[in-house]
């Protein structure tokens, strides 16, 4: 074990240093400068604030500057908003963002089980198609088109929501429910077409036989089995949510890091864009890292290492 953890752990730095290096070739390719907007600024003057934020080093240098960063986890002070450095933002948005994602997240794992065991248990019934409809419709749907009929219907129509901000439960509604759609639809048609498969094995053939109740056939036996593949693209699922969070949030105007990293995209921001992108790119890599821990918890016949 000790082993394989070391081994996905030098796999995680290696893969993290690969998205740094992308990430700041990508912002050097795309034409533009930070500096562009601000036409009243004389040369000197630009040259000055390029010197300041080291943009006038070789790209080499620049490259070093920014690995440092990384390591130290100091990403330097934003160029828009000299005022507040990349690790402010991140402090004061980044919680908002976690919160909404995380409750997406719970919402569509629950939900989407929920309905998958639901619809397995009823199959080719009128609770299946209600379950397989509802999951087509999420899949089909993008979710700022979800976003914008849910404040459509919600906020306008009825006026059940409010259509924006982030300071009460009633607000985490609707940002919560187009976050979760998505992950919550592909959930259920992984859990029914796996809680199907596992429900015809033989030891669930054996549980009946014994007299046991459905509730603890499903519960105890089936669904532990069942849930491999919906732990198996969970990271991703993950991915989908906190990167997806930034377009509801913009949506909704919701203070989290989706305003800061879409506003610093616009004005050429390199180190809230880098700071962010490397930022979540850590995050993702460590739930993909839990989701294969996962893997031995909920199937002891998997091995994640070795003998002899």
């Known amino acids: 074990m000790a082993g394989y953890i070391m081994k996905r752990l030098l796999w995680m730095l290696a893969t993290i240093l690969v998205i740094t290096t992308l990430t700041f070739v990508m912002m050097k390719v795309i034409p533009g400068s930070p500096f562009n907007e601000e036409r009243n600024t004389n040369e000197a003057v630009q040259r000055n604030l390029e010197a300041y934020y080291q943009l006038d080093e070789p790209l080499f240098v620049q490259y070093l500057y920014y690995?440092?960063?990384?390591?130290?986890f100091d990403f330097g002070p934003s160029i828009k908003q000299p005022s507040q450095?990349?690790?402010?933002?991140?402090?004061?948005?980044?919680?908002?963002?976690?919160?909404?994602?995380?409750?997406?997240?719970?919402?569509?794992?629950?939900?989407?089980?929920?309905?998958?065991?639901?619809?397995a248990l009823r199959q080719n019934g009128i609770i299946d198609y209600i379950a397989m409809t509802i999951a087509v419709l999420g899949i089909s749907v993008p979710n700022f088109i979800m976003a914008t009929l849910l404040i459509?219907?919600?906020?306008?129509?009825?006026?059940?929501?409010?259509?924006?901000?982030?300071?009460?439960?009633?607000?985490?509604?609707?940002?919560?429910?187009?976050?979760?759609?998505?992950?919550?639809?592909?959930?259920a048609r992984l859990t029914r077409s796996s809680m199907i498969e596992v429900l015809t094995q033989d030891y669930i053939r054996t549980a009946r036989a014994k007299g046991l109740s459905p509730f603890k056939i499903v519960m105890k036996h089936a669904l532990k089995n069942a849930?491999?593949?919906?732990?198996?693209?969970?990271?991703?699922?993950?991915?989908?949510?906190?990167?997806?969070?930034?377009?509801?949030e913009k949506i909704f105007a919701i203070p989290g890091m989706g305003k800061y990293f879409v506003e610093s995209i616009n004005s050429r921001d390199?180190?809230?864009?880098?700071?962010?992108?490397?930022?979540?790119?850590?995050?993702l890599i460590i739930m993909l890292f839990l989701v294969d821990m996962a893997y031995g918890i909920l199937d002891p016949r998997i091995k994640l290492h070795k003998k002899g």
């Open 67 to 72: 690995v440092k960063s990384i390591v130290t």
């Open 85 to 119: 450095s990349v690790n402010d933002l991140l402090s004061r948005g980044f919680p908002v963002s976690f919160e909404l994602g995380m409750t997406a997240l719970i919402v569509a794992v629950i939900s989407g089980i929920a309905l998958g065991i639901f619809a």
């Open 152 to 187: 459509q219907q919600f906020a306008v129509n009825w006026n059940i929501f409010p259509p924006s901000t982030w300071t009460s439960p009633l607000h985490m509604v609707l940002p919560t429910a187009a976050l979760a759609m998505g992950p919550l639809a592909i959930i």
């Open 227 to 248: 849930l491999m593949p919906v732990v198996t693209i969970l990271g991703t699922l993950t991915a989908a949510i906190l990167t997806g969070s930034f377009v509801i």
């Open 270 to 283: 390199y180190p809230v864009i880098m700071g962010t992108t490397v930022f979540y790119s850590i995050i």
